[in-house]
């Protein structure tokens, strides 16, 4: 009928060009090149793009809500894969431990190759001849004709040359750390996993990362530089850790040896802003198990989602065994109501205001996994928006009733 024609000679009167008093207007909030860019940018515009995706959607599959769509939100939108002409591989990866120590492991040896290198070239000269070399290298870098790559190379030999030879600190390790192609692979080749484990033997054992090694005598316990290299904390961080024993008893297991007595600990490890695990540990001494359950606990330890950093997100419910509990969120002030298991676990995981109903068992043990259970499966807003279609779901009203 001719409508489409109709509606884009409208759209095409629309775009006229600027007459002088409009560029004079725009001229005091825009440069000349910001100007030039714009209307070329305009003139660039087709009238049937105008047509077809300037309008507001009016079928049933449209948006609920308005959107330039000129972002993409991770947390809401679906992830875009990265095209070919990117030469970026979609199955990129962290490293492993083993790939990790490696390639700390080259960066320490390249560190020290440095370090010899700057000792031979510039190791016996006198300050002011080192000082000369650096003016030279950073008169180099300022060169215009230079890419921006070779400038800052140069940049980076003239103040090495200035501040002494490369060491192995904890500054280059945060530069290392920051370096993702120290940390990511994008290839899984078994050769330089292989390599990787055979060299990674040979290294010293780092408790805390970046900090320094721990040589032989230094630390009597070889299970605590285990749990400081595989959690990433440091020891003033292991030391802020709630650790609290829940549940502990005497367990006989019956043999034909006759009666195997041991100890059973079950313990809780949190930071007291978002962190929570449970560990079980049972060895025929005391200190073995309790040892074994507290690293368990650590080595466990998970974020608990909270609201506003002080509840849980609604109500929600856990069942080991025979136990049945549900967990509900509560308002500001309310605290935290409930036996003393759950409460020593809120406490743990930074949780200030909730309530708990514990039916049918009481075992201590079930208590303790099913309160675990219940926070680790709670609904985040997040994802009831994204099941919505929606990118915000005020959950005030509905945690609250309105009193808040």
Request: aromatic letters at 6%.
């Amino acid at each position: 009928m001719g409508l489409v024609q109709q509606r884009i000679s409208e759209s095409a009167s629309k775009l006229k060009p600027y007459t002088k008093e409009e560029k004079r207007l725009l001229a005091h909030k825009y440069t000349p090149e910001q100007l030039i860019a714009i209307e070329a940018g305009e003139a660039a515009i087709d009238p049937q793009d105008l047509v077809t995706q300037g309008a507001i959607r009016g079928d049933p599959y449209r948006l609920t809500y308005l959107d330039d769509m000129s972002q993409i939100r991770p947390y809401i939108d679906k992830p875009v894969r990265p095209a070919e002409e990117t030469h970026t591989d979609p199955s990129i990866r962290l490293k492993t431990e083993d790939e990790l120590a490696m390639a700390f492991h080259k960066y320490t040896k390249a560190r020290q190759a440095r370090s010899e290198a700057w000792q031979n070239m510039y190791g016996s000269l006198t300050d002011e001849q080192r000082q000369e070399f650096a003016e030279e290298k950073a008169a180099e870098a300022e060169n215009p004709n230079l890419s921006p790559q070779e400038r800052a190379r140069l940049a980076a030999e003239a103040e090495e040359i200035t501040e002494g030879p490369a060491e192995t600190n904890y500054v280059e390790f945060l530069k290392f750390a920051k370096d993702p192609r120290n940390l990511f692979n994008a290839k899984n080749e078994a050769a330089l996993l292989n390599q990787a484990s055979e060299e990674a033997q040979e290294l010293p054992k780092m408790a805390d990362p970046g900090m320094r090694y721990v040589k032989e005598g230094e630390d009597d316990d070889p299970h605590m530089i285990r749990l400081l290299q595989t959690t990433g904390l440091t020891k003033d961080g292991m030391r802020r850790l709630r650790i609290k024993n829940l549940v502990q008893h005497r367990v006989v297991n019956q043999t034909r040896m006759g009666k195997i007595m041991s100890m059973y600990f079950l313990t809780i490890a949190g930071n007291q802003n978002g962190l929570l695990g449970i560990g079980e540990g049972k060895a025929a001494e005391v200190e073995d198990a309790r040892r074994q359950a507290m690293m368990a606990a650590i080595r466990n330890m998970q974020p608990v989602p909270r609201y506003e950093g002080r509840t849980i997100f609604g109500e929600v419910e856990g069942k080991v065994g025979a136990v049945e509990l549900k967990l509900s969120t509560r308002p500001p002030g309310f605290g935290v109501r409930c036996q003393h298991l759950i409460f020593e676990m809120a406490r743990a995981a930074g949780i200030t205001d909730l309530a708990a109903r514990v039916t049918r068992s009481r075992n201590k043990m079930n208590t303790v996994k099913a309160t675990f259970q219940a926070l680790m499966s709670q609904r985040l807003p997040e994802d009831i928006a994204r099941a919505r279609g929606k990118k915000l779901v005020d959950v005030r009203k509905v945690y609250y009733g309105g009193n808040v």
